[in-house]
Every structure is written in structure tokens, then in C-alpha cells.
């Protein structure tokens, strides 16, 4: 958004005139590129043309499946013989000279419904972005030798009648390096289009906004990527083409002064939109890094907790003896009974095996004898 106060008037030499015009309000909207990208692709679709296929496409012959048994497809087969295209398949969108997979109808939903505040709300995001010149650049536009951004000439522009004032205004006004960019954009379409009577695509120069039409379209009709709107009836698909944010205007004193009648200010309603007031912005100030370690609120905070609490480790109690007594005190009586237990079955099997020993050396011995 925009925050210069007044907005300097050029006449038609590029002269700055003692016209000084307060910055209209509505250059004070928020900006929504995700607003303006949705309603833009709404309202693009009303103006698409019906297409479709012919019913009959695919139909124009008489076909019958043969049926199971003659170990082929079931698929609808054209009649007769004497000729390759009988016994061809035929009706089904796999086959050749078929229809196609679900065949476009006319009566396809083409058109949307598009609320009428959220229209308004993106015209005021992209002409609030149409006075930021870092937004116009960035969409592409040559504005580095022009006087200021938004550019406002006098109504003796809307005056013009002939191609050669309005190249000689733009020259003067030093726009004419973006006329020149339209012209070395000019390439070939990809796609059909190229056969389709739309060989050509360019990309888009200034928009012209005027009051009163008193020769203006005329003037600049001829010149390639200008587009005319009347200050009245602005259009999102002009302000914003693609739904990208950042079009660069020139305006013309009277359009730019009828800016405030025509949307409103923060104090007074449209006069010619009823009841439609510009939108305000979710924070007077976006700095939110500068709000958040400001004296006013790092005072009101709570300062932080320095203290930090460590996990608590449960151990398991079928590993760790100490967790086992814990949760049972009785588990150090049985553990230490199952361990004296294990010795007597130690002590046990050691005097069995001497004994056996024993045995075995006498008999050793007798034998010997």
C-alpha cells in the first residue's frame, strides 16, 4: 500500500503543475494476492464459450457386437464385408473412429457466482498494489525512469485524438521502455491456438484510467499492451491479468480524483456503491517483530521460566532391582530365597558329582587287582 500523502500532477510534457491530489483512500487497502488470485479466476471463467462435440461423433455407422463364442471382444463390430472396416470395432472410445471417453456437452457448468463485496475487496487490493513500485516492477513492468508511482497526468490527455500524441506523451512521461518491452515479447502460441485465429501472444503494458472518454481510447487504441478503463467501471481481469498483483496505471487527474467517490474513505461510504466501505487492515502496524520486543509489551509479559524440567525416567522394574523393591517391597524376600535355592541345587549337584567320582576310582581299582 501506498503512503505518500499527495500525489503530484504531470500536464502532457511531462511538467510537474502546482496540482497537488491527496492520496485516495482506497491505496490504503489491504493487500491480498491469495484474495485477488481466486476471485480473479472466478470471474475469468464468465467469460469462456461453450464448446463441445458432435452427439453424433463416433455413432454415424451401424455396428453389433458379435457376442461371446467367436473369441473376440464383445465390442460393438461394423457390419457387412468386402472392405477393411467391416468386422472393425467400432461405438467405443478405445476404438478408431470411436467417440470419445464422455463426450463434452454444452451445458457444462461454465459460469460462477461471485460475491459481490469480494469483487469489490480485490479491486481495492490491486489498485492498493498498483501503488507500490516495487510490486509493479516485480511483475515485470519497465517504471525505472518514470516521475512516481501512481502516475497522474491532467485531463488534457483525455483530450487526445491522434496515435502520435499519445507516443509523444508516453516518451515524454518516459513509459515508453515498457511499450518497447510488449513489442519485443511478440512470439509464437504453443498449443492449437497458433490455428485457432490467436497466433500471436505479447505481454501487457500500462493501463490507462480515465474520467471521460473525449478521444482517449482512440488516441492509444493503436499501441500494443494498453488497456482503457473507465474509472467507474474498473475490472479485476485489467487491474490484475493472470490474478498477479501489480499492474501499472497511468490515471488521469479526473479519474484519480473521483477514486474517493467511487469506493469510499475509512470515515465515509461509497457514494456510488451502496453500502460498501473500504476494508481495514487485521493490524495498523505488520512490523511484528518490532511490536513483540517493544518496551510496552516485553513489560506486560511474563518473563520466561528459566526452570527446566526434566523428564522422568521410568525404569523397568523387570531389569532394574531398585524399581522392582519400589513397586513390591516383598520382591527382595522372594529374590533372595530364590538365590539361597539356587545354591542348595548347586551344593547338591557338586556332592552328587563327587560321589560319583568316588565310585568310579574304586571300581578302577578293584579291576586292577
Not at 45 to 59: D, F, I, L, T, W
Request: one cysteine or more.
Amino acid at each position: 500500500m501506498s503512503s505518500r500523502p499527495l500525489v503530484t500532477v504531470y500536464n502532457e510534457k511531462n511538467e510537474a503543475t502546482d496540482v497537488q491530489i491527496k492520496m485516495p483512500a482506497v491505496f490504503q487497502s489491504p493487500i491480498r494476492p491469495d484474495l485477488v488470485s481466486s476471485i480473479h479466476e472466478l470471474v475469468r471463467r464468465n467469460k469462456r464459450q461453450p464448446y463441445a462435440v458432435s452427439r453424433e461423433a463416433g455413432h454415424q455407422t451401424s455396428a453389433e457386437s458379435w457376442g461371446t463364442g467367436r473369441a473376440v471382444a464383445r465390442i460393438p463390430r461394423v457390419r457387412g464385408g468386402g472392405t477393411h472396416r467391416s468386422g472393425q470395432g467400432a461405438y467405443g472410445n478405445m476404438c478408431r473412429g470411436g467417440r470419445m471417453f464422455a463426450p463434452t456437452k454444452v451445458y457444462r457448468r461454465w459460469h460462477r457466482k461471485v460475491n459481490v463485496a469480494q469483487k469489490r475487496y480485490a479491486i481495492c487490493s490491486a489498485i492498493a498494489a498498483s501503488g507500490v513500485p516495487s510490486l509493479v516492477m516485480a511483475r515485470g513492468h519497465v517504471i525505472d525512469q518514470i516521475n512516481e508511482v501512481p502516475l497522474v497526468v491532467s485531463d488534457k490527455v483525455e483530450g487526445f485524438t491522434k496515435t502520435r500524441e499519445a507516443v509523444t506523451l508516453l516518451r515524454r512521461m518516459h513509459v515508453w521502455a515498457d511499450i518497447e518491452k510488449v513489442y519485443n515479447s511478440k512470439r509464437y502460441r504453443a498449443g492449437k491456438g497458433k490455428g485457432r485465429n490467436r497466433r500471436y501472444k505479447k505481454k501487457l503494458g500500462p493501463c490507462v484510467i480515465y474520467n471521460q472518454d473525449n478521444g482517449i481510447v482512440r488516441a492509444f487504441r493503436n499501441i500494443p499492451g494498453i488497456s482503457f478503463m473507465n474509472v467507474e467501471r474498473l475490472n479485476l481481469l485489467k487491474l490484475a491479468p493472470g490474478g498477479h498483483l501489480g499492474r501499472f496505471c497511468i490515471w488521469t487527474e479526473g479519474a484519480f480524483r473521483k477514486l474517493d467517490s467511487v469506493f469510499g474513505t475509512f470515515k465515509a461510504k461509497s457514494l456510488q456503491k451502496k453500502g460498501w466501505s473500504l476494508p481495514l487492515t487485521k493490524m495498523s502496524n505488520a512490523d511484528f517483530s518490532r511490536l513483540i520486543r517493544s518496551e510496552e509489551i516485553v513489560k506486560a509479559v511474563r518473563p520466561p521460566k528459566k526452570e527446566t524440567k526434566s523428564a522422568k525416567v521410568h525404569g523397568n522394574p523387570l531389569k532394574s532391582t531398585r524399581r522392582m523393591i519400589q513397586l513390591n517391597p516383598y520382591a527382595s524376600v522372594l529374590k533372595r530365597a530364590a538365590i539361597l535355592q539356587q545354591r542348595r541345587a548347586e551344593g547338591k549337584e557338586a556332592r552328587v558329582a563327587t560321589k560319583k567320582q568316588m565310585k568310579t576310582r574304586k571300581g578302577r581299582k578293584v579291576a586292577a587287582k
